[in-house]
C-alpha cells in the first residue's frame, strides 16, 4: 500500500495550494480517505475527510469554508484545495486512508510540507 501526498510548498498568507495524494496498492473506491497536518511541537490534527464515494465531506473548524476536498476513484486520487491561507496552517500534511469497516486510519502517507508566510 502507497499513499504519496505531493503539492507543498511555501505560499503567503491568503494565497492557495492544491495537495494531491495518489494511492495504490488499495481498492481505493472502497476506503475512506482524509487529510491530517502537524505543526513542528504539536500532535497531528484531523483537517478533512471524505467518504468511499465522495458524498460526504467534514472538516476540522479551522478548514471549514476555506479548504475543499475532492476525490477522483478513476484515478486513485485525492486532494485538498486550500485558500485564503494562514500562517497557521503551515505544517506537514498526511494523507491517510480507512477501510470500509474501520472506525481508525490504516494507511498513511509520507507527508508533504505546506508553510505559509505571513
Known amino acids: 500500500v502507497q499513499l504519496q501526498a505531493s503539492g507543498g510548498g511555501l505560499v503567503q498568507a491568503g494565497g492557495s495550494l492544491r495537495l494531491s495524494c495518489a494511492a495504490s496498492g488499495i481498492n481505493f473506491s472502497t476506503y475512506g480517505m482524509a487529510w491530517f497536518r502537524q505543526a513542528a511541537g504539536k500532535e497531528r490534527e484531523f483537517v478533512s475527510g471524505?467518504?468511499?464515494?465522495?458524498?460526504?465531506?467534514n472538516y476540522a473548524d479551522s478548514a471549514r469554508g476555506r479548504f475543499t476536498i475532492s476525490r477522483d476513484n478513476a484515478k486513485n486520487m485525492m486532494y485538498l484545495q486550500m485558500n485564503s491561507m494562514k500562517p497557521e496552517d503551515t505544517g506537514v500534511y498526511y494523507c491517510?486512508?480507512?477501510?470500509?469497516?474501520?472506525?481508525?486510519?490504516?494507511?498513511w502517507g509520507q507527508g508533504t510540507q505546506v508553510t505559509v508566510s505571513s
Open positions: 471524505i467518504s468511499w464515494k465522495g458524498g460526504a465531506t
Open positions: 491517510a486512508a480507512k477501510k470500509p469497516d474501520g472506525g481508525s486510519y490504516d494507511y
